[in-house]
């Protein structure tokens, strides 16, 4: 099957930070691939700018290196290298300095209808000059929009901050805050699931649906970030942004339309449903842990101390909840989310548990019946398996066994999966804002975990140790086995 390229207008990109790991392992292999497909105009132009002085030249090889590192041979031929670098030029400038923002204002074309697309590969405290320097050169156009990384802020009060200081600059229509999860090709299929089929929607709700899991783990640690991390930790890093999104793309209500603002809608809602996290039940409803030294992928590593060089420190590198959502239609539901580092094996999913059949009309040696179970996998294999029960071939009775339906998206379609920054590069500069997070998502997000981070900033525990290479600490077990459940875990 030959996946369908809807063309986009032609525009000017403009990535500061260009010359950063963002820009290198997903932004400019990211492009590169829509380059190939045929999707960017010729007349399209990506400028990369950073601090770092850097010829046209010398920033092409950067570039051409990072494709020969992130893009498998069979998608690059020479010739389609080739024309892609030709679209990129380089500007050095400094954000809080006039330092080459006269050059890149030259750089651009003057055209007002033309779109400019400004991403930040930076770091949060560089959001406000960036946009601030843009606005002084006359930069911002009716056309132009700006796309900012996670992590947007460290708690409610400086996410509040950072989004005065950008508004000021550019108005909320113009304003992308990008959430890679929402791009992956399995996150868009949940919505189809759900929205385009009758088969599930009847039952997507509590009087079918026992429980939900939300897991996001990585068998690497922080790999350099050490100093970085410490700062923010898993509930920063993971929960506050990928992992409540998925629970809203779980949770909301069936939107009016596919419209941006009509999806969002919905999602907002179920971030101002959650049931409040308090000083009465975090213990029972939060779990934190930190990986000491041990195995992963086949060899010996160190703990977090080690690597952040250090003798102690409270930050996560795991956290589990509880979290619920007080409605109607989730009312005794409860979602748990795990992520975090080093953990037995690199996996993204979404299980949604059903309830067990109200009454078996088979014997007991028939076998035991296993509740049906709705498994969205985001990674590494994405696809989607449905448990269900059937009879064991063969003579000798009746013997029940749970089988999956599993379609993987390689196997269904055949054709490679697209990166998720290769559908949401385009919806910027196709002006869509369904899968980015509006400021009130953002303000709703953080009314929620802040309470958390509080609690844990004041407590004199420390997080639970766990062994890298294992699922995390027991205690995050017992969260979930004191309500009657497990950690789903294996492939079924």
Same mark, same amino acid.
């Given at each position: 099957?030959?996946?369908?390229?809807?063309?986009?207008?032609?525009?000017?990109?403009?990535?500061?930070?260009?010359?950063?790991?963002?820009?290198?392992?997903?932004?400019?292999?990211?492009?590169?691939?829509?380059?190939?497909?045929?999707?960017?105009?010729?007349?399209?132009?990506?400028?990369?700018?950073?601090?770092?002085?850097?010829?046209?030249?010398?920033?092409?090889? !950067? %570039?051409? *290196?990072?494709? /020969?590192?992130?893009?498998?041979?069979? $998608?690059?031929?020479? +010739?389609?290298?080739?024309?892609?670098?030709?679209?990129?030029?380089?500007?050095?400038?400094?954000?809080?300095?006039?330092?080459?923002?006269?050059?890149?204002?030259?750089?651009?074309?003057?055209?007002?209808?033309?779109?400019?697309?400004?991403?930040?590969?930076?770091?949060?405290?560089?959001?406000?000059?960036?946009?601030?320097?843009?606005?002084?050169?006359?930069?911002?156009?009716?056309?132009?929009?700006?796309?900012?990384?996670?992590?947007?802020?460290?708690?409610?009060?400086?996410?509040?901050?950072?989004?005065?200081?950008?508004?000021?600059?550019?108005?909320?229509?113009?304003?992308?805050?990008?959430?890679?999860?929402?791009?992956?090709?399995?996150?868009?299929?949940?919505?189809?699931?759900? !929205? %385009?089929? *009758?088969?599930? /929607?009847?039952?997507?709700?509590?009087? $079918?649906?026992?429980? +939900?899991?939300?897991?996001?783990?990585?068998?690497?640690?922080?790999?350099?970030?050490?100093?970085?991390?410490?700062?923010?930790?898993?509930?920063?890093?993971?929960?506050?942004?990928?992992?409540?999104?998925?629970?809203?793309?779980?949770?909301?209500?069936?939107?009016?339309?596919?419209?941006?603002?009509?999806?969002?809608?919905?999602?907002?809602?179920?971030?101002?449903?959650?049931?409040?996290?308090?000083?009465?039940?975090?213990?029972?409803?939060?779990?934190?842990?930190?990986?000491?030294?041990?195995?992963?992928?086949?060899?010996?590593?160190?703990?977090?101390?080690?690597?952040?060089?250090?003798?102690?420190?409270?930050?996560?590198?795991?956290?589990?909840?509880?979290?619920?959502?007080?409605?109607?239609?989730?009312?005794?539901?409860?979602?748990?989310?795990?992520?975090?580092?080093?953990?037995?094996?690199?996996?993204?999913?979404?299980?949604?548990?059903?309830?067990?059949?109200?009454?078996?009309?088979?014997?007991?040696?028939?076998?035991?019946?296993?509740?049906?179970?709705?498994?969205?996998?985001?990674?590494?294999?994405?696809?989607?398996?449905?448990?269900?029960?059937?009879?064991?071939?063969?003579?000798?009775?009746?013997?029940?066994?749970?089988?999956?339906?599993?379609?993987?998206?390689?196997?269904?379609?055949?054709?490679?999966?697209?990166?998720?920054?290769?559908?949401?590069?385009?919806?910027?500069?196709?002006?869509?804002?369904?899968?980015?997070?509006?400021?009130?998502?953002?303000?709703?997000?953080?009314?929620?975990?802040?309470?958390?981070?509080?609690?844990?900033?004041?407590?004199?525990?420390?997080?639970?140790?766990?062994?890298?290479?294992?699922?995390?600490?027991?205690?995050?077990?017992?969260?979930?086995?004191?309500?009657?459940?497990?950690?789903?875990?294996?492939?079924?």
């Amino acid at each position: 099957m030959t996946p369908r390229t809807i063309p986009v207008d032609v525009f000017d990109l403009v990535v500061f930070g260009a010359t950063g790991d963002l820009a290198k392992r997903k932004l400019l292999p990211a492009l590169f691939h829509r380059d190939v497909q045929g999707q960017i105009p010729v007349d399209a132009r990506i400028i990369g700018s950073s601090r770092r002085a850097m010829t046209r030249d010398a920033f092409r090889a !950067f %570039a051409l *290196a990072a494709i /020969e590192a992130h893009v498998a041979p069979e $998608h690059r031929q020479q +010739v389609l290298c080739q024309r892609f670098i030709e679209r990129l030029d380089y500007v050095a400038a400094e954000p809080s300095q006039e330092q080459g923002w006269s050059e890149l204002e030259k750089s651009l074309r003057p055209e007002q209808d033309r779109i400019r697309v400004y991403y930040l590969a930076v770091g949060p405290d560089l959001f406000g000059p960036i946009c601030e320097r843009l606005g002084q050169h006359n930069l911002v156009t009716p056309n132009s929009r700006v796309v900012v990384e996670k992590p947007l802020g460290k708690n409610g009060a400086s996410a509040k901050a950072l989004n005065e200081q950008i508004g000021r600059i550019f108005p909320e229509p113009s304003i992308y805050r990008i959430d890679h999860y929402l791009g992956k090709e399995t996150v868009q299929n949940l919505m189809a699931l759900r !929205f %385009a089929n *009758a088969l599930f /929607e009847p039952i997507w709700n509590a009087a $079918h649906i026992d429980h +939900v899991q939300i897991t996001v783990a990585e068998t690497l640690g922080v790999e350099g970030r050490a100093g970085y991390y410490d700062t923010s930790g898993a509930l920063r890093d993971m929960v506050q942004n990928h992992m409540l999104q998925l629970l809203c793309l779980v949770a909301m209500e069936p939107p009016t339309s596919i419209d941006a603002d009509a999806v969002r809608d919905e999602k907002l809602k179920i971030l101002q449903s959650l049931k409040p996290i308090t000083a009465e039940n975090i213990a029972n409803h939060t779990v934190r842990g930190q990986y000491r030294a041990g195995a992963s992928m086949g060899g010996a590593v160190n703990g977090y101390l080690e690597e952040l060089g250090s003798d102690t420190s409270k930050t996560e590198t795991y956290v589990a909840l509880k979290a619920e959502i007080g409605s109607w239609r989730w009312n005794g539901v409860p979602f748990y989310m795990r992520s975090g580092k080093r953990l037995a094996s690199r996996m993204s999913e979404i299980v949604v548990q059903f309830k067990p059949i109200p009454h078996s009309v088979f014997d007991a040696s028939a076998g035991a019946i296993s509740s049906n179970r709705l498994i969205i996998r985001l990674q590494p294999d994405e696809g989607v398996k449905l448990t269900l029960m059937i009879k064991d071939p063969g003579p000798g009775g009746m013997r029940l066994r749970s089988v999956p339906l599993d379609m993987s998206f390689a196997d269904a379609f055949g054709v490679r999966n697209p990166d998720a920054y290769e559908r949401l590069l385009m919806d910027v500069v196709r002006g869509n804002q369904t899968l980015f997070m509006r400021r009130d998502e953002v303000t709703a997000a953080w009314k929620w975990i802040d309470p958390i981070l509080e609690y844990w900033k004041e407590s004199p525990e420390l997080p639970k140790p766990y062994t890298s290479g294992t699922w995390g600490p027991s205690a995050s077990v017992a969260l979930i086995e004191r309500d009657g459940r497990t950690w789903h875990e294996g492939d079924d």
